[in-house]
Nanobody, 128 residues
Framework: QVQLVESGGGLVQAGGSLRLSCAAS???????????VGWFRQAPGKEREFVGG????????VYADSVKGRFTISRDNAKKSVYLEMNSLKPEDTAVYSC??????????????????WGQGTQVTVSS
C-alpha cells in the first residue's frame, strides 16, 4: 500500500505561483517508483477534475487543457516525491488538490477510478 501526503497549498493572488508536493510515506519508499502519479482537483459543487500526471519512470507527462502551459509536473523517485508547479494562477484554479498513485505503465490515466491510492488533499485558493 502506498501512502501519499500533499503539502504546499495556500492562498495566492491571481497571477501568482504555488508548488505542491506529493510525498510517499517512509514505509512506502521502496515501491513508489512503480506507480504513475496523477494530480486531481475538486472545487466546491464541482466534479473531481484531472489536472495532470507523470509516468513512473520515464517522466512522461500529460495535462488537462485547462492547465497546459501553466502547470508543470515533475518527480524525484530518489526523494519519493512528485511536484506540481502552478504558475499564472487564476481564481478558477481554486480547489482541493490531491495526488494519487496508479499501477500503470506509460501515460498516467485521466480517470480517477484507475488510481489506487490517494492523499488527503491540500487547499489552493486563488484570489482575484
Amino acid at each position: 500500500q502506498v501512502q501519499l501526503v500533499e503539502s504546499g497549498g495556500g492562498l495566492v493572488q491571481a497571477g501568482g505561483s504555488l508548488r505542491l508536493s506529493c510525498a510517499a510515506s517512509e514505509r512506502t519508499f521502496s515501491i513508489f517508483s512503480r506507480y504513475a502519479v496523477g494530480w486531481f482537483r475538486q472545487a466546491p459543487g464541482k466534479e473531481r477534475e484531472f489536472v495532470g500526471g507523470i509516468s513512473r519512470t520515464t517522466g512522461s507527462t500529460v495535462y488537462a487543457d485547462s492547465v497546459k502551459g501553466r502547470f508543470t509536473i515533475s518527480r524525484d523517485n530518489a526523494k519519493k516525491s512528485v511536484y506540481l508547479e502552478m504558475n499564472s494562477l487564476k481564481p478558477e484554479d481554486t480547489a482541493v488538490y490531491s495526488c494519487a498513485a496508479a499501477a500503470v505503465v506509460g501515460v498516467p490515466p485521466r480517470t480517477f477510478s484507475e488510481y489506487l491510492y490517494w492523499g488527503q488533499g491540500t487547499q489552493v485558493t486563488v484570489s482575484s
